[in-house]
């Protein structure tokens, strides 16, 4: 476990996505009005599994859809429909598994840095399967808090860096200083190094099956044109959160989002879950009074991130959920921000559904929903429910027609709350299955009443038709997580099959002269949809397959201009279940430089001889140097044809009367081939 936290009672039970679709379509989930769903038809064979990988963002979804130009931190760049890493070339398509590949992944490269991955621009598909935790090490063993803390020495004691000597030596009212502040920040440096990894551009994060990642923080940042879809991303923890008393009277604040959009453009997150997994709010200890946070929110869009759609993903048991904008000082973010939330699901948040400042933000057909778990207080006298939707500084929010599901406890007029803003249209809210002016209750309560009159409308910038707000539950219900699509090959149901490799080295001319091809045969089983040629562990070719399982697949890959020496070659298939490897196959090259010409020499008693080297048979040159006495005299380029012969000759001229010794070279990519000597005597 990461934390030392003391024992906590069980988190409300979640339902899955795909089992929750089950229940609804069966009957057996309560509905807003208060009866049971409507059974379903007879269900039909589900839809084939889709490649998402490939995929971009439909025309007219949101402002993820949009084309146009942005100004992150006041720099123009131009936007076009978010595409992701759709176009990626097949080597630069990925099953990852363990949080190391995946850095390696997004670096591009083994062992990239954080830096790699957020500069790095080249089109890349990413597919998830499984559970990634960075805090699992390579030898199985747990990484804990106090293992980082325990790296960090507190000045002037020698002392290892504790939590628990934080919060003794401070309290309410106090904020922190000194050696123990200053060791916290270094222990903090030391987990954003292990735990947080950036996203660059032009990517596709995909999720296959049950893909989760676990205690990380993923942050889009300096970056455009990124999907993430069918991902659950949960319980981005921090082992040493700041405890800052000035913030309303003192809360501790944790440094990580499960994802964060950070000066990104074109992002489109879709088909995901997001959530505290092992630590909901029910679980945080107290500590001054205040929640010992351990999270900051599920999904940030700030510091002039712009062009993001949200779109079928489900938040689940968690305070501040999303926010979008992060200061009310940056002025430069003024015109940015533009989000468009959709078809999400929002169950038993405390706020943030969004909180928006600055942004354009299109919020519709969206569920939120409460159980009894939204009753639970983590401050006594204090509610965890505050708001659904914030008003914040030069803010303009359009709801349009969607669904509250609220307790008691909570009264319609707190689904809005304002910080700052001015204006927010409301329009086809239903509350508990009834229609409701949200924003008139608002208004009704509000020491600054919000403006209706907004300053821009949705239609302008894309087409778009918002569900009546009675079909959005089920639809929500149905349709909002990770698992709910079928991500994956159209045919294959799992990894494909191992590939076997032959060559066909020396079967054109009987040479082993370093071109040849290496063939690849899958002579039956799940399909790849992309292979890999490693030749002494070294990417050397890669392509996309079209998957016909369980048909045999055949790729070829065409090896030229190797000298001589011994080649392992090691091909990878994949397709987004996962990889095999092929057994090493292992090709010698013995033919590679050209074959050895025999030099002759004619016309020596006229006085102008010619020196001709001819190569009979064997690997052919490109060109031919004549050296006489050790001296290059001549050089002329070759045709290669090989196996034929082929021949050089070099006229002399002004030779006087002596001994001269001959010596050329037939060279090729590969080498060069020397001839012996031939002596020749020029008489008087």
């Not at 996505?17 to 208060?34: D, F, Q, S």
């Not at 949705?458 to 089920?474: G, I, K, M």
Request: hydrophobic content about 40%; charged content about 20%.
């Amino acid at each position: 476990m990461r934390t030392t936290l003391p024992a906590r009672e069980r988190a409300p039970r979640t339902i899955a996505p795909l089992a929750l679709a089950a229940a609804v379509a069966a009957g057996l989930i309560v509905g807003a009005g208060g009866g049971p769903a409507a059974a379903a038809p007879p269900t039909a064979p589900p839809p084939p599994a889709v490649d998402l990988g490939r995929e971009a963002i439909a025309e007219n979804d949101g402002w993820a859809s949009w084309t146009g130009p942005t100004f992150p931190e006041r720099i123009e760049r131009a936007a076009a429909r978010t595409t992701g890493g759709a176009a990626a070339d097949p080597s630069e398509v990925y099953v990852v598994d363990t949080w190391q590949e995946l850095r390696d992944a997004l670096a591009g490269t083994p062992g990239g840095s954080q830096n790699d991955a957020r500069f790095n621009v080249v089109p890349r598909i990413v597919y998830i399967t499984g559970t990634i935790d960075p805090w699992l090490q390579p030898d199985g063993t747990r990484l804990t808090c106090d293992d980082i803390a325990g790296r960090v020495t507190v000045a002037g004691t020698g002392a290892p860096f504790a939590m628990a000597d934080y919060i003794a030596a401070f309290g309410p009212g106090i904020d922190p200083a000194g050696p123990l502040e200053a060791a916290r920040v270094a222990a903090a440096a030391i987990q954003a190094q292990l735990t947080l990894q950036h996203i660059g551009s032009n990517v596709t994060l995909v999720g296959v099956g049950e893909a989760t990642v676990t205690g990380a923080s993923l942050r889009i940042r300096d970056a455009h044109n990124m999907i993430v879809r069918n991902l659950t991303l949960s319980d981005a923890y921090d082992c040493f959160p700041q405890w800052d008393a000035n913030d309303s009277g003192g809360n501790w604040n944790s440094a990580y989002d499960n994802l964060s959009v950070w000066t990104a453009t074109s992002v489109w997150i879709d088909h995901s879950t997001f959530g505290d997994g092992e630590h909901p709010p029910a679980s945080l200890d107290r500590v001054y009074g205040r929640p010992f946070e351990v999270h900051d929110g599920l999904v940030d869009v700030t510091h002039g991130a712009d062009l993001v759609t949200l779109s079928w993903n489900w938040f689940q048991h968690h305070d501040k959920t999303d926010i979008i904008g992060s200061s009310d000082s940056r002025l430069q973010d003024r015109g940015q921000h533009r989000v468009t939330q959709h078809h999400n699901r929002w169950t038993d948040i405390g706020q943030r559904a969004p909180r928006v400042r600055f942004g354009d933000v299109h919020v519709y057909n969206n569920l939120y929903e409460q159980t009894d778990a939204t009753a639970h207080e983590t401050v006594p006298g204090s509610p965890f429910f505050q708001y659904f939707w914030g008003a914040g500084v030069e803010s303009s929010i359009v709801a349009e027609q969607n669904a509250f599901e609220l307790l008691e406890s909570s009264p319609v007029e707190r689904i809005i709350a304002g910080w700052k803003g001015t204006e927010l249209s409301a329009t086809g809210s239903l509350v508990n299955g009834e229609p409701a002016d949200v924003l008139a209750a608002f208004n009704a309560t509000a020491a600054v009443p919000l403006s209706p009159d907004v300053r821009w409308s949705p239609a302008d910038h894309y087409a778009y038709t918002a569900q009546p707000a009675v079909e959005v539950p089920a639809a929500v219900r149905a349709g909002a997580g990770a698992g709910i699509l079928r991500s994956g090959s159209p045919v294959a149901t799992a990894a494909p099959g191992t590939f076997a490799l032959s060559d066909d080295n020396g079967w054109d001319t009987g040479l082993r002269d370093g071109d040849y091809r290496v063939s690849a045969d899958l002579w039956w089983g799940r399909n790849a949809t992309v292979v890999k040629l490693y030749e002494n562990g070294r990417l050397v070719g890669a392509q996309r397959l079209d998957d016909a399982t369980p048909g045999a697949q055949h790729v070829t890959f065409d090896i030229t201009g190797k000298a001589d020496g011994t080649y392992a070659y090691e091909l990878i298939a994949l397709n987004p279940y996962g990889e095999t490897r092929s057994a090493v196959h292992t090709v010698a090259v013995t033919d590679a430089a050209p074959a050895r010409a025999v030099l002759s020499a004619a016309g020596l008693r006229t006085g102008a001889p010619a020196i001709t080297a001819n190569l009979w048979w064997g690997t052919n040159a490109t060109e031919y140097v004549l050296f006489q006495d050790g001296i290059e005299i001549d050089r002329q380029e070759l045709v290669a044809a090989t196996p034929g012969a082929q021949s050089a000759t070099t006229a002399l001229t002004g030779l006087a009367p002596g001994t001269y010794v001959f010596t050329s070279e037939l060279r090729n990519a590969a080498g060069a081939t020397a001839t012996r000597p031939l002596t020749v005597t020029i008489r008087g």
